[in-house]
């Protein structure tokens, strides 16, 4: 069945937070929000309210930036370093896991709900059985120091639509692609020009790639996150997406933006892979849908927030953007 | 106040073993930049009585207070960063700092900063200056007070000596001698670790520049003999003298000759090598060095930019205390962090943090501080200052007043008195030791 097109997209409801909500999670054909935020804390909302309502289900000892359901579990992350498992049928938390060394990034679930993988400024990822928060595997492919001798930064994990790849994305611009059966590096590209280290002005750096997501087939792998930037006090270079096809090494298509300053904090295709969506931002928020085969921008809009992370429904007819101080869901195709 | 050369018999013997230690032959110029004399427990000792010298830290662009001394978790302000214990008890810095958690014993807090200027330029001037120009009156920055102060009149070394390496802010921190004029402004660091053009050049030999010298010397005695105005002959005399005296003090600026160990302790960025040359340079009599590490505007990403910011000045600021400790001159070395603001608590949708002067932080160790001790309090989101507030007169006060300086004393341009610091201003004498 065709995505709908970028262009039937518009905005059916939003709701104010007064903390910056950094992930969102939600189950297939559910009204139910997960929200992970700055005010540490994991809550959920009902979309379908008529004044849908952030409560608190539980909270971290740090901001939020993780969020994945996996079943009935939803497994949160955050700067404490720790995973939580929730059972949301339950509603309580069935366990706290101390993770990582360093600030948690970024939590995924593989499709089919067995794994649950989180990224860490330890700079290892690692992969924990669903259900019952075991790990699994931890996969070591980025070094912990940039070439100016700072700690770097991991920031993006995502698996493919089979579960079998699961790629890394680290600050200075190294994106690792995984056989997760076998924890095995099966590739590695390079995007450097998101990574800026200001040598002369300003003596360090900003950027980094903060997403990645697998095409439908897995055939294609895109990252994002911002262009060179001049001023790096500022999130002021251009939002940037490139496509690269991970297993000939390629870069097959560069979106290096044209009208939007910011970073691409995440990324997903359409499942039928017509169209790559972007969302991410600066001062302000965008989102932006590419069509990959043809190196074109679709559709590129600016949202009133600086999204952090979006969950577009399995039909991708139904997009949840949050970020900056808002939730904001959206509809395309009707 | 100014540290002449006393005449008495313990000084003598000193200056002897000083002397003496100097390249040989060299007696006329009679440096500190052999650091090797520093060996010298006569020499040390004589550099240790009275001549104290300081280390500024300048954080250029706004270190934010709330991920560095004063870290407000929890709060809707705070941040993502935890507080951690320190070995003061009750006293709490940001994760980002384990190792001067460590040394918070050495360090003195002042967290009620209220410097009401959150612009850089006229932030960097005041903070470098304890005070804003008038019309017609450009006063000496920090640095150049404490050259003035402190320098040794006999000294070839350089009594000023500022990094600042970045482009960035640069111009708006310049280090300036004000009225006291050229005499205590900075040499000033900005491409490299090694000064410019201050090295001999290629075709003249040492000994031809030192024959030059004599015969300069020699002439200049003649042309004096007999005419009134030595003032001005000496005043060229000590100008050329200082001229061998800087050349000489290039080795200073090279850490290829501190052991391995030592680079290694300081870390191999560009900050850890200047405040090794810093440390080097303060062991060698100079009596203010300023490095400056810009740059902190963390308009946008201010949690990734103190992320990676931090742990470098926490590290190598902890190695430069143990270093100096190690070597018995922390108690005649101050460091001070000092920036011309600190950053809003409010975070921005680009979850950066920016500029604000209302309540800030600062940090004063070694030299005449009353180690472990926290001044001033800000509310419980850091907007504003609750309990002891601090300007920047009352800070500079304060930093004077350590290093043996009386703040109210005058210096005159012209007729006209002029204070070090804004009349009646008081130092903060909770935190002196």
Known sequence: MPAPRPDTLKPVKDFSRTAATFAVARAAGSPTLYLGAADFKVSEADLSA????????????????GLALAGKWLVSGGYDGKLIWWDTEARAVARTVDAHAKWVRKVVASPD??????????????????????????????????????????????????????????????????????????????????????????MH?????????????????????????????????????????????????????DKFAGLVNKLAFAPDGSWLLAAGGAGE???????VAAKAVLRQEKVAIHVHDFVLSPAADSLVLVGANKVAAYSLGL | MRNHFCGSADHAVGRRAFLGASAAGAAAFADMTGLGVLGSPALASELKKGQKRVILLWLAGGASQLETW?????????????????????????????????????????????????????????????????????????????????ARADSKVPDYVTFYTQTEGRSMAPGDGGFLGARFSPMELTTNDTPDFIRRPDGLSDL????????????????????????????????????????????????????????????????????????????????????????????????????????????????????????GLLDDVMILT??????????????????????????????????????GKTDAKGGTVTDGEVNAAKLFATIYRGLGINPQKNYFVGTRPIPLVDAGTEPITEVLA
Not at chain 2, 344 to 351: D, E, H, K, V
């Open chain 1, 113 to 202: 709900g067995t794994l649950v993988a989180s990224v860490a400024d330890d700079m290892v990822c690692k992969l924990w059985d669903a259900a019952t928060g075991k790990p699994v595997r931890e996969l070591k492919g980025h070094a912990e120091k940039t070439p100016q001798h700072f700690p770097s930064m991991l920031y993006a994990v995502a698996f493919s639509a089979d579960g079998k790849l699961l790629a890394t994305a680290d600050k200075v611009g190294h994106v690792v692609v995984w056989d997760v059966a076998a924890g095995e590096q099966l590739a590695a590209v390079e995007a450097p020009v998101m990574y800026t280290w200001d040598a002369v002005q300003r």
């Open chain 2, 208 to 327: 031809d520049h030192k024959e030059r010298a004599e015969l300069r010397e020699s002439l200049g005695k003649g042309f004096a003999r007999g005419r009134a105005g030595g003032d001005t002959l000496g005043s060229h005399d000590e100008a050329y003298g200082r001229v061998r005296g800087l050349m000489a003090s290039e080795s200073l600026f090279n850490i290829g000759k501190e052991p391995q160990k030592v680079r290694d302790r300081y870390g191999p960025t560009q900050f850890g090598r200047q405040c090794l040359i810093a440390r080097r340079l303060v062991e060698a009599g100079v009596p203010f060095v300023r490095v400056a590490r810009a740059w902190w505007d963390s308009h946008g990403q201010n949690f990734e930019t103190h992320q990676e910011m931090v742990p470098e000045l926490d590290h190598v600021m902890a190695t430069l205390i143990d270093d100096l400790k190690e070597r």
């Open chain 2, 70 to 150: 004063d870290p407000k978790p929890g709060a809707a302000t705070g941040g993502p960063f935890r507080a951690i214990p320190t070995d003061v008890p009750g006293v709490h810095i940001s994760e980002l700092m384990p190792e001067m958690a460590k040394r918070m014993k050495t360090t003195c807090v002042v967290r009620g900063l209220n410097t009401r200027n959150g612009d850089h330029g006229g932030g960097a001037k005041l903070m470098m200056r304890g005070r804003r120009d008038e019309a017609g009156l450009r006063y000496p920055d920090l640095g150049a007070v404490v050259a003035r102060e402190m």
């Open chain 1, 50 to 65: 008529s004044k849908p309502e952030a409560k608190e289900l539980y909270a971290h000892a740090s901001y939020v930036t």
């Open chain 2, 338 to 375: 000092l920036a011309e603001f600190g950053r809003t608590p409010a975070i921005n949708a680009s979850l950066g943090r920016d500029h604000f002067a209302s309540a800030w932080s600062m940090t004063m160790t070694g030299a005449g501080i009353k180690g472990g001790s926290v001044y």
């Open chain 1, 205 to 257: 750096s900003i950027g980094g790639v903060r997403s990645a997501a697998f095409s439908p087939d897995g055939k294609l792998l895109a990252v994002g996150g911002m262009g060179k930037v001049g001023n790096i006090d500022h999130l002021e270079g251009k939002a940037r997406v490139e496509v690269f096809d991970w297993k000939a090494g390629t870069r097959v298509a560069e979106f290096p933006g």
């Open chain 1, 285 to 291: 928020g965008f989102v932006q849908f590419f069509d």
